[in-house]
Structures are given as C-alpha cells and as structure tokens.
C-alpha cells in the first residue's frame, strides 16, 4: 500500500506545524510541490490525505491563470498556476486563511480605481445627458 511513498510524510508533518503556526502565530506557510523530489505515490497520499473541500478559485488570466482548491482542511490549499497554453508551471500547497497569489494586490486596486472612476464619471454622465433630453 505505501510502496513507492518517499517525501509524503515529511510534507505532511511540515504542513501540520505550518497549520498550527497560522492558527497560533497568524504565520502563512507555501511549499512548491513541483520543485521537490515526489513520486506519483506521494501526490496520490498527500491528495487523499488532505482531501477536498467545497471552495475553489479559479483566476482566468491571459498570461498567468491559476486554480485553487481549498483541502478538507480548513486553512490547506492546493493551487496550479499554468502558461498559456495551459500546462502547468507552479503547484503549491499552501498553507493561509486565504490564497495569497488569488488576493488583490495594491497595484491592481489602483488599476481598479481608475477605471471604477472612469465608469463612474461615464455613468453619471449618460444620465445627466439623458436626464436633460
């Protein structure tokens, strides 16, 4: 049953203390699966330990879309992040109250608010035109 396994343990005692280093210290944790040594066995018992959960993001990119998953344990998420051509090129648990590469980043915000201002200024503009027709 566990022939094969080399890594997964280790990555499953490095999650744990991650979890409990984000629930007593507020501490985030990521480790990049892809750039560590696991067998197909590894993948298999680390995805069926840690399960699935109900939430999923998935952000649709021109050059970078990613996926997350939440774990069936709260604050574990697994994420992809693909090319262009959709392989993937980054797989990471990681271990958040939130995926941090799926938050908002303050440059982004300020990319929002200009173009929110824009299609507020636009807006009101169109009914005032309206408004005086």
């Known amino acids: 049953m566990f022939d094969g396994i080399m890594n997964a343990p280790y990555i499953l005692k490095e999650l744990l ?8 210290k507020d501490q985030e944790h990521i480790i990049y699966i892809n750039k560590l040594p696991l067998t197909q066995q590894d993948r298999e018992l680390l995805l069926d330990v840690l399960g ?3 939430v999923r993001i998935y952000i649709n990119s021109k050059t970078q879309p990613m996926e997350y998953w939440e774990t069936s344990i709260s604050g574990i998420w697994v994420g992809t992040i693909y090319d262009r ?3 993937p090129t980054l797989e990471i648990i990681e271990v958040n109250y ?5 938050k908002s980043y303050k440059e982004d915000i300020e990319e929002g608010l200009k ?3 824009e299609r507020i200024r636009y807006t009101v503009r169109e009914i005032l035109e309206k408004a005086q027709d």
Request: glycine residues 10%.
């Open 52 to 54: 699935r959960g109900s």
């Open 17 to 24: 203390l991650a979890l409990k280093d984000l629930y007593q």
């Open 115 to 117: 173009i929110f201002e």
């Open 85 to 87: 051509e959709g392989k």
């Open 98 to 102: 939130f995926p941090s590469l799926a």
